[in-house]
Nanobody, 122 residues
Framework: QEPLVESGGGSVQAGGSLRLSCVNS?????VGWFRQAPGQEREGVAS????????TYADSIEGRFTISRDWNNNTVDLQMNSLKPEDTAMYYC??????????????????WGPGTQVTVSS
């Protein structure tokens, strides 16, 4: 399988939006987005099953992010709105075999991409 690669990161002001894409991921059974800020543990952000019927979000997202699949472009995207400075982190995508079993536990995910940096300024 082709490796997963993240794109779309950047720097925005608080309240702004970014759309991240995980390239080569649409056909994976379960795809998750994670983030890790300096000095902190990796945190699960959202995941989506292959059919898109099951999506899971971290409580910290508070309805601001939306995960979706784009079959035409073979990506899983993370639309991030109302960004806050605390959303600043390196964002990663990864694949798992089963979203229901794995949830947002990073131990269940593999084939991690190199990451894309998101910086939100106040």
């Amino acid at each position: 399988q082709e490796p997963l690669v993240e794109s779309g990161g950047g720097s925005v002001q608080a309240g702004g939006s970014l759309r991240l894409s995980c390239v080569n991921s649409a056909r994976r059974l379960c795809v998750g987005w994670f983030r890790q800020a300096p000095g902190q543990e990796r945190e699960g952000v959202a995941s989506i099953s292959r059919a898109g019927a099951r999506t899971t979000y971290a409580d910290s997202i508070e309805g601001r992010f939306t995960i979706s699949r784009d079959w035409n472009n073979n990506t899983v995207d993370l639309q991030m709105n109302s960004l806050k400075p605390e959303d600043t982190a390196m964002y990663y995508c990864a694949a798992a075999l089963n979203c229901r079993a794995t949830g947002l536990n990073s131990d269940g995910f593999r084939d991690w991409g190199p990451g894309t940096q998101v910086t939100v300024s106040s």
